[in-house]
Nanobody
């Protein structure tokens, strides 16, 4: 199995910055992509940013130019740098690791438990 853990959430002022970390551990065989999603109360979970193993990157329109996703393959980690944060960025942020583990070699999705980002002055 693969475990995914997010960290770095917290309180940030509008216009401020916050950095999130996603760490994958366990019986990892390969990671194909890592995505950051967010879910605000009463809303669906939406993609924020995604990076593939070949470093292809996509962003939601609402965060382009403000958020930056990156990954460290050696550490099985990915990061989301959030700059110029807006009140509408407040949500629980989840990390999704798409990859395979050594139990069955099948590509699966592994979700973290989420980290809360609160935007307030």
């Amino acid at each position: 199995q693969v475990q995914v853990a997010e960290s770095g959430g917290g309180l940030v002022q509008p216009g401020g910055s916050l950095s999130l970390t996603c760490a994958a551990s366990g019986r990892i065989l390969d990671i194909y992509s890592v995505g950051w999603f967010r879910q605000a109360p009463g809303k669906q979970r939406d993609l924020v940013a995604r990076i593939t193993g070949r470093s292809n990157i996509e962003y939601a329109e609402s965060v382009k130019g403000r958020f930056t996703i990156s990954r460290d393959g050696a550490k099985n980690a990915a990061y989301l740098q959030m700059d110029s944060v807006k009140p509408e960025d407040a949500a629980v942020y989840y990390c999704l690791v798409r990859g395979s583990d050594t139990s069955d070699f099948v590509v699966k999705d592994f979700w973290g438990q989420g980290t809360q980002v609160t935007v307030s002055s």
